[in-house]
């Protein structure tokens, strides 16, 4: 049974149908919503849909739980699955599945798939996020939910009792939470090499020799810049396991727990190595851009006029064309090895791989 006509409601309709449920839809105007569902799902009164079903999918906002107090009696004994999200992380006391169940003690509140959205539901598990995060106090209401998850073709993952629901609406509003420490770790990297190659490479020749050289801020400063943060962040990979390692030598046991610093540090390992990945990606292109700007045209031309003028007919050094060469070929190797290390720590590549296949690339 699904309560609520909207988005969710349809598309999990569909879904479920899709994986060969009956499925019974309970609206306050049946008559108006009907059209919007497959013919196969049957669209009645709220009243009506709930006596028909055990299982009912509350497919309406937290804030509308309240008019539905009247099927308080018919849903008596039945299990109300809770796929509500909030607009703000903690934006209640309570989470919505504990308001629900508050709401309607006879009843077991299950909270699950509230981390899937409407289009993933309709567009298959394939397309989107498989996951399917479950928690209630009830164990075989949980089981019967994480069945019918499985069969719609997502994985289910039991989160617990319903104290963790709260967790689990927090989930769909945080933003990136594992990558908040590496990106402002890069950004800070970023903002002290770009003033330490902006004063060497602007603001010194300004004050010392007064040349202009102002217009190498936009790419060569940060063409610069760029490698910098790319070593230090990938460094910055490779060092925590090493301090780890250390600290289990010297005091000679591995169960100890590392400092909360460090264990912080290794969590976040993978997203510092793709964001070095991402800086030497950049640094790349740059450096492609590099011979098409307009003031690289105009020096090679000042430099041409100048070799005219003193009547050289070559300024071929064998030494300097060797060291360019092999300056760019092993830049050229060393992209390419990093961006092995970022495919391989990709979970889709990582989970393919053994742990022996894994520390061998790394
Ligand atoms: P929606 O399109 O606005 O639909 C809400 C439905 O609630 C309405 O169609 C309405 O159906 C029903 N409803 C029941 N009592 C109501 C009342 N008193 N006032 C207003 N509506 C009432 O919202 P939705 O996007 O389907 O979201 C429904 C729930 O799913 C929400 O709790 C949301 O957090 C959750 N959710 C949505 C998504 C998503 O991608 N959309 C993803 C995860 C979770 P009737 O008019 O037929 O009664």
Known sequence: GVLGSGDFARSLAIRL??????????????????????????????????????????????????????????????ILVDVSNNR????????????????FPACTVVKGFNVISAWTLQSG??????QVLICSNNQEAK???AEIAQ???????????????????????????????????????????????????????YIREQKNKFYKIPIEVVNTTLPCVAYIMLSLVY??????????????????????????????????????FFCAALHAVYSLCLPMRRSHRYLLIETAVKQAVEKKMSIWIEEEVWRMEIYISVGIIALGLLSLLAITSLPSIADSLSWREFSFVQ
């Open 151 to 205: 069969v719609m073709g997502f994985t289910p993952v039991d989160m617990g009792f319903m104290s963790s629901a709260c967790e689990i609406e927090n989930i769909p509003l945080r933003l990136f939470p594992a990558w908040k420490i590496p990106i402002f770790l890069a950004l800070g990297l970023f903002l002290c090499f770009f003033t330490y190659n902006l004063v060497r490479q602007v603001i010194h020749p």
């Open 143 to 145: 089981r019967i939910v």
């Open 17 to 78: 149908i899709c994986s060969g449920f009956k499925v019974v839809v309970g609206s306050r105007n049946p008559k108006r919503k009907a059209g919007l569902f497959p013919s196969a799902a049957e669209v009645t009164f709220q009243a009506e849909a709930v006596k028909k079903t055990d299982v009912i999918f509350v497919a309406v906002f937290r804030e509308h739980y309240s008019t539905l107090c009247d099927l308080a009696d018919a849903l008596a004994g039945k």
């Open 239 to 276: 060092l925590p396991g090493v301090l780890a390692a250390s600290s289990q030598l010297y005091y000679g046991t591995k169960y100890r727990r590392f400092p909360d610093w460090l264990d912080q540090w290794l969590q976040h390992r993978k997203q510092i190595g793709l964001l070095s």
């Open 88 to 103: 703000e992380i903690n934006h209640h006391k309570e989470s919505n599945a504990e308001y629900l169940a508050s709401l």
């Open 125 to 130: 598990a394939r397309d989107g996020n498989k």
